[in-house]
């Protein structure tokens, strides 16, 4: 029995010996994380506030209470050019969401780019209007971090293909405008522009009103369905064209249109539906500028290039071509200095 054991012995002996600790395996090096698309985009000169250039006065905020939304009220905030005179209609530019572009720490920071392009006479002197989405009074204020999506009446009013936000505009901010400021009649001279569903809703007006409205400044806009905003493309192939002069900007990073679980819904696909929207513009032989870049959703590569965006829209303005017109040669000095 003895000599039977220790053949099996031997195996258990030789087993153990052979079961050395293993080393654990190896972890995969680290993959560099992904560049960021935006990291291309920043605000250049033309946004930063420039030595000698007369600066603009920001006044507000307003509230504007709605009749087009009963019970909802919308802040906005007004520029004032140095060089408006109130013996002279000035242009008018309005931009949704205003508190992003007007955040002098944000992407944007149209004040400087009005400022700057205004004194070197590259755009006209306009009134500038940066009105928020309305809301309840109990509910907050939208600021850079919380647009509003989901505590104010941002998604009803912007992303709606109807004309109650037009009404808004149109009916209830425009008079309001009127009580203090000479602005012009012409619609050639008032633009609108927003990003995201800001932007869809500034084409909304002026598709809707298209005699008082007649730029659009789009920016990553909102174009998909969010609540039928892809509809657009084939409105527009429908309709007789309009005497509109859009532009229009988005990056190939936008949200694209696939869900968490992995399925992609085209009508959700931002850049798509913005791609779709300028061959229907072209096809009707629109006023059109586009612009496509690498960047996300967001406005780092509109930021970048806004004060562009505005020479483009802005460039039928007046000019005199006298070469002994002293005025037209210098830059646009203050109001409160032509009359001294």
């Known amino acids: 029995m003895k000599s039977a054991l220790l053949p099996a012995l031997a195996v258990v002996a030789i087993a153990a010996a052979l079961q050395v600790p293993q080393s654990p395996p190896t972890p995969a090096p680290a993959q560099p994380a992904a560049p960021n698309p935006d990291a291309h985009y920043q605000i250049g000169p033309d946004s930063l506030p420039r030595d000698g250039v007369p600066k603009g006065e920001m006044r507000g905020p307003f509230t504007l209470p709605s009749e087009a939304y009963p019970g909802t009220q919308h802040t906005y905030w007004v520029y004032v050019p140095a060089q408006y005179d109130p013996k002279t209609p000035a242009s008018l530019m309005v ?3 205003g508190q992003a572009f007007k955040n002098m720490d944000g992407d944007v920071r149209a004040p400087n780019v009005f400022d700057n392009l205004i004194y070197r006479r590259e755009i006209p002197v306009m009134i500038g209007v940066f009105i928020n989405p309305g809301r309840r009074p109990d509910q907050p204020e939208p600021t850079p971090s919380n647009w509003g999506d989901r505590d104010t009446n941002r998604p009803a009013e912007y992303n709606s293909l109807d004309d109650k936000y037009a009404r808004v505009i149109v009916d209830e901010l425009m008079p309001a405008l009127g009580k203090e400021y000479n602005i012009s009649k012409d619609p050639e001279r008032r633009g609108i522009g927003g990003a995201s569903s800001g932007a869809i809703a500034a ?5 809707e009103r298209p005699n008082e409205f ?10 998909t369905n969010l609540r ?3 509809a657009y493309t084939d409105i527009v192939l429908r309709n007789e064209k309009k005497p509109l002069r859009i532009y229009l900007q988005d990056g190939r990073n936008d949200n694209r249109g696939v869900g968490r679980d992995g399925t992609y819904d085209e009508t959700r696909d931002w850049f798509l539906q913005n791609v779709r929207l300028m061959r229907a513009l072209s096809e009707k032989g629109y006023d059109l500028n586009y612009t496509w870049g690498i960047g996300k959703h967001g406005q780092k ?3 970048a290039i806004f004060p562009d965006m505005m020479r483009w829209l802005w460039r039928d303005h007046g000019v005199s ?3 002994n017109d002293a005025v037209e040669r210098a830059f646009n000095e203050p109001a409160a200095k032509k009359e001294g």
């Open 95 to 97: 931009l949704n969401d």
């Open 214 to 223: 007649r730029k659009v400044l789009s920016i990553v806009g909102s174009f």
């Open 228 to 230: 039928g905003g892809h």
């Open 203 to 207: 084409f909304t007006v002026a598709w």
């Open 321 to 323: 071509t006298d070469p």
């Open 301 to 303: 590569q509109a930021g």
